[in-house]
């Protein structure tokens, strides 16, 4: 389910793909372990503390801060397309740290660090090749189906 995320899959299966799935339903999922109760997002299937392999689905807030941003003009292969573009990496209020487009709720020249993000799962419906993504907006911005906004 991880080609979802994409013209390039380095990963296409994983033990955390459900990760995904969880996304097109509009839900940012973490890990937690059930052997020390690390939580970890991205989702990790081993722990990384106690190398338990047993974990549940955690869902994350998805609040956060800008930690840094970037604005893309030459673009990795299967994005040349879509540039310029910003991404942003967030910390989140939970644990973490998410690497996103910024969404259409935050215009380029109002992107600051340190300004509260909310991660918001997407279904891209403009790109074929992309399911599922997230995008870093206002918070207080909620996800709905089919929502570009
Ligand atoms: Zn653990």
């Known amino acids: ?14 033990k955390v793909d459900a ?10 999922m973490g890990s937690r ?15 990384p503390k106690c190398l338990s392999g047993d974990f549940e689905w955690m869902e994350m807030s998805g609040r956060g801060t ?9 673009a990795p292969a299967g994005f040349e397309d879509e540039a310029p573009f910003v991404i942003g990496v967030a ?3 939970e644990t973490g ?6 969404g259409k709720t935050i215009p380029e020249e109002e992107i600051r660090i340190g300004m509260p ?10 790109i074929p090749e992309i399911k599922v993504y997230y995008t870093l907006e206002k918070p207080g911005t909620t ?6 906004a």
């Open 33 to 47: 372990c059930k052997g020390c109760g690390r939580i970890s997002y991205p989702p990790v299937a081993d722990c």
């Open 117 to 126: 993000v909310q991660v918001v799962p997407r279904i891209f419906e403009d």
């Open 19 to 28: 990760f995904a799935q969880h996304l097109k339903d509009g839900r940012i």
């Open 1 to 14: 389910m991880f080609e979802w995320f994409g013209k390039v899959s380095f990963c296409p299966s994983t």
């Open 91 to 93: 910390d989140l209020e």
């Open 143 to 148: 996800w709905t189906k089919g929502s570009s």
């Open 66 to 74: 800008v930690m840094t941003l970037t604005k893309i003009s030459a």
């Open 97 to 102: 740290r998410c690497l996103a487009w910024f």
